[in-house]
């Protein structure tokens, strides 16, 4: 069962702790303001709990703190500004709250070095991603999925250059995918999925040669692979880009991705045969290419 009650004030008394986990439990009540007192604390980790009500302000008193983990609770309220003050914090973690409202416009204006990862998803914000979000250099994970984001993907999404994962998925987004998202070198995961998208797939999408899936699947994308996307995505496992309007013949050099484990492209518009060569791609364990309009196999 776990832990259960509320935590205690005098919590805040324990001065030299640098790490708190009491994560996986049953905690409910607020989370103490008292945790501000813990000066030397570098992590607190209060996840899979039952707290509610607001995150205390007072948490960017820390001054020390590297790693901030509220993630499956109950929090409602928007997110302190004061949180992304912190400038020796790593990764903040909030997935799965009831947090609402527009993300800090100054976060990460601030000084914040070593942030790498922003972990917000399945929560309820609002509003325009603001552009101060994406002078986070160091960052390598951003998960903002499932939440109620509108607007463009900025074009400044582009400087983060560090970046390994990438979840924008379900939300309200709107306009195309910047092409500026070619910048990303070291993407490993692309997810936008059911995200109202519209135009073409940038060509400088399937030119990074880094990633290992590729999430598109349920917008209003249109347009057609380019020719040599086997060259320049030598490590990709999962491609999903069913529900779409994708048309035009799929690439030969695709069935030359050896590493494919998942091909999803059903209900698009794509044309063309369905070649012998599909079956070079020894580790495929799910291919649909249904509800298109292929003519028989070559």
Same mark, same amino acid.
């Given at each position: ?13 324990? +001065? ?5 986990? #009491? ?9 103490? *303001?008292?945790?501000? &007192? $813990? ?13 509610? =009500? ?12 590297? *790693?901030? /983990? ?14 992304? @003050? ?23 204006? &601030?000084?914040?070095?070593? $942030? ?10 609002? =509003? ?12 390598? &994970?951003? +998960?903002?999925?499932? @939440? ?9 999404? =582009? ?15 709107? %306009? ?8 990303? *070198? ?7 999925? /059911? +995200? +109202? ?60 991705? *050896? %590493?494919?484990? #998942? #091909? $999803?492209?059903?209900? !698009?518009?794509?044309? %063309? ?6 079956? !070079? ?10 509800? /298109? ?6």
């Amino acid at each position: 069962m776990g832990l259960a009650g509320t935590v205690t004030p005098v919590i805040g008394n324990l +001065s030299s702790l640098t790490s708190l986990d #009491i994560s996986y439990n049953n905690f409910s009540g607020s989370v103490p *303001k008292e945790l501000s &007192h $813990l000066h030397h604390l570098q992590q607190l980790r209060l996840s899979n709990n039952s707290f509610t =009500g607001t995150i205390p302000a007072s948490l960017g008193n820390i001054t020390k703190l590297e *790693k901030l /983990n509220l993630r499956f609770n109950q929090l409602t309220g928007s997110v302190p500004a004061a949180i992304f @003050n912190i400038s020796s914090l790593r990764t903040i973690d909030l997935t799965a709250n009831n947090l609402y409202g527009s993300l800090p416009v100054d976060i990460c204006s &601030h000084y914040v070095p070593k $942030l790498e990862g922003i972990f917000l998803s399945l929560n309820r914000f609002e =509003g325009k991603f603001p552009p101060s979000l994406f002078k986070c250099r160091e960052l390598q &994970h951003l +998960s903002l999925s499932v @939440n109620e984001f509108s607007g463009s993907i900025p074009i400044e999404i =582009g400087n983060l250059t560090m970046l390994k994962e990438l979840f924008l998925g379900y939300n309200s987004l709107e %306009g195309e995918i910047p092409v500026e998202i070619g910048n990303l *070198k070291l993407l490993e995961i692309l997810n936008i999925r /059911n +995200s +109202s998208l519209i135009g073409p797939i940038p060509n400088v999408i399937f030119n990074m040669s880094s990633l290992k899936k590729i999430d598109l699947e349920e917008n209003k994308l249109a347009g057609s692979f380019p020719m040599d996307i086997h060259y320049n995505l030598p490590v990709l496992e999962e491609l999903y880009l069913y529900e779409n309007q994708l048309k035009g013949q799929i690439p030969p050099c695709l069935w030359d991705c *050896k %590493g494919l484990k #998942i #091909i $999803l492209l059903f209900g !698009n518009k794509f044309t %063309g045969s369905i070649p012998k060569k599909v079956g !070079n791609l020894t580790l495929l364990k799910t291919l649909d290419l249904s509800h /298109n309009d292929f003519t028989g196999t070559s």
